[in-house]
């Protein structure tokens, strides 16, 4: 992303882990919305079939995320991944 616009830590936008240290820059969201252009932090990549890409959100998709990670860890029904498949 060059070029690109750096949030300082005291103007980035909000999200559910403030303090966080991370660098916010002006980018697309490669999570949910998509949108283009806007804030958006470095999550790590993401592997699919021996392929990698970097990943980046936006607050709004973060906080979403974070939502579904912790659900995962309180529902008693929640599937079980492959062990190949599992972070450790």
């Given at each position: 992303?060059?070029?690109?616009?750096?949030?300082?830590?005291?103007?980035?936008?909000?999200?559910?882990?403030?303090?966080?240290?991370?660098?916010?820059?002006?980018?697309m969201c490669r999570l949910y919305c998509r949108r283009s252009g806007i804030p958006?932090?470095?999550?790590?990549?993401?592997?699919?079939?021996?392929?990698?890409?970097?990943?980046?959100?936006?607050?709004?998709?973060?906080?979403?995320?974070?939502?579904?990670?912790?659900?995962?860890?309180?529902?008693?029904?929640?599937?079980?991944?492959?062990?190949?498949?599992?972070?450790?």
């Amino acid at each position: 992303m060059s070029g690109a616009t750096v949030y300082p830590e005291t103007s980035r936008p909000a999200t559910s882990r403030p303090g966080d240290g991370g660098e916010w820059l002006d980018g697309m969201c490669r999570l949910y919305c998509r949108r283009s252009g806007i804030p958006v932090i470095w999550i790590g990549p993401a592997q699919f079939e021996g392929m990698s890409a970097p990943m980046f959100g936006c607050a709004n998709c973060i906080a979403e995320l974070e939502h579904m990670i912790g659900q995962h860890f309180v529902r008693k029904d929640a599937p079980q991944t492959p062990a190949s498949t599992r972070w450790l």
